[in-house]
Nanobody
Framework: QVQLVESGGGLVQPGGSLRLSCAAS????????IGWFRQAPGKEREGVSC????????YYADSVKGRFTISRDDAKTTVYLQMNSLEPEDTAVYYC???????????????????WGKGTLVTVSS
């Protein structure tokens, strides 16, 4: 069954860390780019990070560069988003998404992605 299942969200204090996981069932991540996106209350969905299948290149939104890291496990079935130095502005529902191409979309545009998980909520608050 084709599906993306996110996990690892929760409540964390500012400055803390979380690691999100995305279990990708029936997707061959050797061929498809995979990324993380987020949507805060009252805001549009935005790109956070993406990993290209073509060459393993990774891309990040300016707002998370140096704080977030995307990675894939050796079995090529799970993608992670390590989030450090979290800020209240990082509060959002985080979604995993696959693009039916081996490259990430320019500008991490959500509308260029093809399949979505249901999301996991991250709340950064003291």
């Amino acid at each position: 069954q084709v599906q993306l299942v996110e996990s690892g969200g929760g409540l964390v204090q500012p400055g803390g860390s979380l690691r999100l996981s995305c279990a990708a069932s029936a997707f061959n991540l050797d061929y498809y780019a995979i990324g993380w996106f987020r949507q805060a209350p009252g805001k549009e969905r935005e790109g956070v990070s993406c990993r290209s299948a073509r060459d393993g290149s990774t891309y990040y939104a300016d707002s998370v560069k140096g704080r977030f890291t995307i990675s894939r496990d050796d079995a090529k079935t799970t993608v992670y988003l390590q989030m450090n130095s979290l800020e209240p502005e990082d509060t959002a529902v985080y979604y995993c998404s696959v693009r039916f191409r081996d490259t990430c979309p320019p500008g991490l545009t959500p509308s260029d992605m093809n399949y979505w998980g249901k999301g996991t909520l991250v709340t950064v608050s003291s």
